[in-house]
T-cell receptor, first 114, second 111 residues
Framework: DTGVSQDPRHKITKRGQNVTFRCDPI?????LYWYRQTLGQGPEFLTY????????KSRLLSDRFSAERPKGSFSTLEIQRTEQGDSAMYLC????????????FGQGTRLTVV | SQKIEQNSEALNIQEGKTATLTCNYT??????LQWYRQDPGRGPVFLLL?????KEKRKERLKVTFDTTLKQSLFHITASQPADSATYLC??????????FGTGTRLLVSP
């Protein structure tokens, strides 16, 4: 296992289009997180899953954003009707059960909305 | 609301010196404080975690302190190398549900 995998690495889309990102966590990590990061800022929390249950969502996650984690394995983050302000790096992280809060991040998906 | 402050200005030091980065937080009491390294265009990488009942933690050339009275953590890199150049993020954490990060401090180590 080589770590958290995110796909695609880069996405350019036109305003108004829908986009979907995928995250494959480290095997057997039951906790999965999505973050968004813009230039010069730290990652901002979007949502958290424990297994397949979405336990917390940030108010940053507007109605246009939805995340799923079917069967508690991979996760998808969908953004509908993209806006230029959605341009950012979207990061996924995972953590194993029964350990501390340290998280293992993927390389991120860079979204550019034109 | 929770507030985390890291020096937004880049820290420039010479190779071989000790780099010291600061993380201050207000309006909450984290049980843990984590430090991550982030290189341009890549995800953060976990470095160290210190618990509220620990004053200091070391890992190779890294040392972290956690002062719950001052609400501050210091992150030291001794014998710094150009390869240590990166952005360092702190994340004072109350639980397992999410990490709240500071804006990060960029470290530049020149040969």
């Amino acid at each position: 296992d080589t770590g958290v995998s995110q796909d695609p690495r880069h996405k350019i889309t036109k305003r108004g289009q829908n986009v979907t990102f995928r995250c494959d966590p480290i095997s057997e990590h039951n906790r999965l997180y999505w973050y968004r990061q813009t230039l010069g800022q730290g990652p901002e929390f979007l949502t958290y899953f424990q297994n397949e249950a979405q336990l917390e969502k940030s108010r940053l996650l507007s109605d246009r954003f939805s995340a799923e984690r079917p069967k508690g394995s991979f996760s998808t983050l969908e953004i509908q009707r993209t806006e230029q302000g959605d341009s950012a790096m979207y990061l996924c992280a995972s953590s194993p059960a029964g350990t501390g809060p340290e998280a293992f991040f993927g390389q991120g998906t860079r979204l550019t909305v034109v | 609301s929770q507030k985390i402050e890291q020096n937004s200005e880049a820290l420039n030091i010479q190779e071989g010196k000790t780099a010291t980065l600061t993380c201050n937080y207000t309006n909450y009491s984290p049980a843990y404080l984590q430090w991550y390294r982030q290189d341009p265009g890549r995800g953060p990488v976990f470095l160290l975690l210190i618990r509220e009942n620990e004053k200091e933690k070391r890992k190779e050339r890294l040392k972290v302190t956690f002062d719950t009275t001052l609400k501050q953590s210091l992150f030291h890199i001794t014998a710094s190398q150009p390869a240590d150049s990166a952005t360092y993020l702190c994340a004072p954490t109350t639980g397992f549900q999410k990490l709240v990060f500071g804006t990060g401090t960029r470290l530049l180590v020149s040969p």
